[in-house]
Nanobody, 128 residues
Framework: QVQLVESGGGLVQAGGSLRLSCAAS????????MGWFRQAPGKEREFVAA????????AYTDSVKGRFTIARDNVKNTMYLEMNSLKPVDTAVYYC?????????????????????WGQGTQVTVSS
């Protein structure tokens, strides 16, 4: 069983940048395809980005393409989300998620039900 812990959230002005990290423990990160989701107040949790177990494939929701970059370092057992040109609409709690690649048909899923393990989330607030 893998445990995930997010960090790096905070308050930033519009146009600024943040780098989120997701540290894994309990099992090697290379066992999992990984994803980032976010949830704004009063809204459903939504897909942000995903990365395959070896970093060879990535996927993004349209609203963050060109601004966010997902990456991973399996040696450090850590996944990242580099967020640039942040907008107030990016304000949300950001969650990292993992799905076991041995039992996955695709490296990503736009629905949260497709992931087996979740972190506790980290708050990102973008002021205008």
């Amino acid at each position: 069983q893998v445990q995930l812990v997010e960090s790096g959230g905070g308050l930033v002005q519009a146009g600024g940048s943040l780098r989120l990290s997701c540290a894994a423990s309990g099992r090697t990160l290379g066992t999992y395809h990984m994803g980032w989701f976010r949830q704004a107040p009063g809204k459903e949790r939504e897909f942000v980005a995903a990365i395959s177990w070896n970093g060879g494939f990535t996927a993004y929701t349209d609203s963050v393409k060109g601004r966010f970059t997902i990456a991973r370092d399996n040696v450090k057992n850590t996944m990242y989300l580099e967020m640039n040109s942040l907008k107030p609409v990016d304000t949300a709690v950001y969650y990292c998620a993992a799905k076991d690649r041995r039992f996955s048909g695709s490296f990503y899923d736009r629905y949260s039900a497709g992931y087996d393990h979740w972190g506790q989330g980290t708050q990102v607030t973008v002021s205008s």
